[in-house]
T-cell receptor
Framework: EAQVTQNPRYLITVTGKKLTVTCSQN?????MSWYRQDPGLGLRQIYY???????DKGDVPEGYKVSRKEKRNFPLILESPSPNQTSLYFC?????????????FGPGTRLLVL | LAKTTQPISMDSYEGQEVNITCSHN???????ITWYQQFPSQGPRFIIQ???TKVTNEVASLFIPADRKSSTLSLPRVSLSDTAVYYC?????????????FGTGTLLAVQP
């Protein structure tokens, strides 16, 4: 089954404790992306990657890191989480052939930073 | 990417046709228009995509006027399960930027 998976689905942590949220897709997509979603603010892009070893900042990259060492994986790293990073996070992927953006989203990771 | 504007919310009743409009005045020549549906606590799901005129699939129709400065997602005979947030996204792979801006979406509430 074609899918994007994220782990963990739920995470409670404390300020300053480094964490990683994993994202993996099995569709051989070149493009991968991370979003955060907060009430009233819609989906905001954090980072995206056009392919292996190619990453770039989205609209809200502060406080986050990413890496793309393999095509299928795109982990999101919070090196020193703060309470304002409490949010619902989505990973997504898509092909980069010509046309519009047809993104496939993961199920989401709900993060609470105390 | 073109900035998009949608109504914040809409109400409807079961069995009605619902039209959600998205405004994108600065759409670029090669941009496509894509609509997504999101249920609470789930990831958005692709619904439909188009470039011009009309596109229809088993879920919805997408109407795009000749000037392409707006688009309308049409949901025929909605049911309670169509209650969700709907986002329009304008852009093209390999365009001026690969950064994606979804906006705040339209919350559709379907009542019995």
């Amino acid at each position: 089954e074609a899918q994007v998976t994220q782990n963990p689905r739920y995470l409670i942590t404390v300020t300053g404790k480094k964490l990683t949220v994993t994202c993996s897709q099995n569709m051989n997509h070149e493009y991968m992306s991370w979003y955060r979603q907060d009430p009233g603010l819609g989906l905001r892009q954090i980072y995206y990657s056009m392919n292996v070893e190619v990453t770039d900042k989205g609209d809200v990259p502060e406080g986050y890191k990413v890496s793309r060492k393999e095509k299928r994986n795109f982990p999101l790293i919070l090196e020193s989480p703060s309470p304002n990073q409490t949010s619902l996070y989505f990973c997504a992927s898509s092909f980069t052939r010509t046309g519009g953006w047809t993104q496939y989203f993961g199920p989401g990771t709900r993060l609470l930073v105390l | 990417l073109a900035k998009t504007t949608q109504p914040i919310s809409m109400d409807s009743y079961e069995g009605q046709e619902v039209n959600i409009t998205c405004s994108h005045n600065n759409i670029a020549t090669n941009d496509y228009i894509t609509w997504y549906q999101q249920f609470p606590s789930q990831g958005p799901r692709f619904i439909i995509q188009g470039y011009k005129t009309k596109v229809t699939n088993e879920v919805a129709s997408l109407f795009i006027p000749a000037d392409r400065k707006s688009s309308t997602l049409s949901l025929p005979r909605v049911s309670l399960s169509d209650t969700a947030v709907y986002y329009c996204l304008v852009g093209v792979v390999g365009g001026a930027t690969n950064k994606l801006i979804f906006g705040t979406g339209t919350l559709l509430a379907v009542q019995p």
